[in-house]
């Protein structure tokens, strides 16, 4: 037996509970700073439904998905390149 009706309510619900988790770790980082841009990599970047909650859930910022494959990696790279 399940509490869903289908697997489509099932796939929101996890949608809601990702972004939810998202927007508490999230602001935990980003509270208090002069960030304006939340960019987000890899799978999820491509996810229409993640992206559409994300952006609900930060109506402030301005969610994009990153142009870049691994933008992530290769941003952590530049930091780490910047401090030798």
Same mark, same amino acid.
Not at 25 to 49: A, M, P, Q, R
Not at 56 to 74: D, G, L, T
């Given at each position: ?6 697997? &489509? *309510?099932? /796939?929101?619900? #996890?949608? =809601? ?11 935990? %980082? ?16 491509? &996810? *229409?439904? /993640?992206?559409? #909650?994300? =952006? ?11 142009? %870049? ?16």
């Amino acid at each position: 037996m399940t509490i869903f009706l289908d697997e &489509n *309510e099932a /796939y929101h619900y #996890l949608m =809601a509970e990702i972004v939810q988790q998202q927007r508490f770790s999230s602001s935990l %980082v980003i509270s208090n700073t002069d960030i304006k841009k939340i960019c987000v990599d890899g799978g999820f970047g491509k &996810n *229409e439904l /993640y992206m559409k #909650l994300l =952006a609900n859930a930060f109506p402030s910022y301005n969610v994009v998905a990153a142009s %870049v494959p691994q933008a992530s990696s290769i941003g952590a790279a530049m930091v780490m390149g910047e401090k030798k």
